[in-house]
């Protein structure tokens, strides 16, 4: 079974920094992606960033290049996404997922986390 599992979420004036984690299990082989995604209050889940696991290569969002840098711990099979100079627009649920692909974003992604809450705020 599959199981992704967020942490790391919380509050966080503007300008700050946050560092999310996500735990993967039963994820067999490498070929998989882990992707990052965005919820902002009342809007559509929207990607951040996604990592393929057998090269760590990552591409991210417009909104965050320069600002979120995504990390993999394969012992603790665990990615990180450290976020940085964080702004309100980044308030919202933060959720992980898993697929063979992101190429379809949201909608291909196979498993998913519950997601962790970060909020921006002055």
């Known amino acids: 079974e599959v199981q992704l599992v967020e942490s790391g979420g919380g509050m966080v004036q503007p300008g700050g920094s946050l560092r999310l984690s996500c735990v993967t299990s039963?994820?067999?082989?490498?070929?998989?992606?882990i992707g990052w995604f965005h919820q902002a209050p009342g809007k559509d889940r929207e990607g951040v960033s996604c990592?393929?696991?057998?090269?760590?290569?990552?591409v991210y969002a417009d909104s965050v290049t320069g600002r979120f840098t995504v990390s993999s711990d394969s012992a603790k099979n665990t990615v990180y996404l450290q976020m940085k100079s964080l702004k309100v627009e980044d308030t919202g649920v933060y959720y992980c997922a898993a697929s063979r692909s992101c190429a379809l974003g949201v909608y291909g992604m196979d498993y998913w986390g519950k997601g962790t809450a970060v909020t921006v705020s002055s």
């Open positions: 039963g994820l067999t082989s490498l070929e998989y992606y």
């Open positions: 990592t393929r696991r057998s090269t760590h290569h990552t």
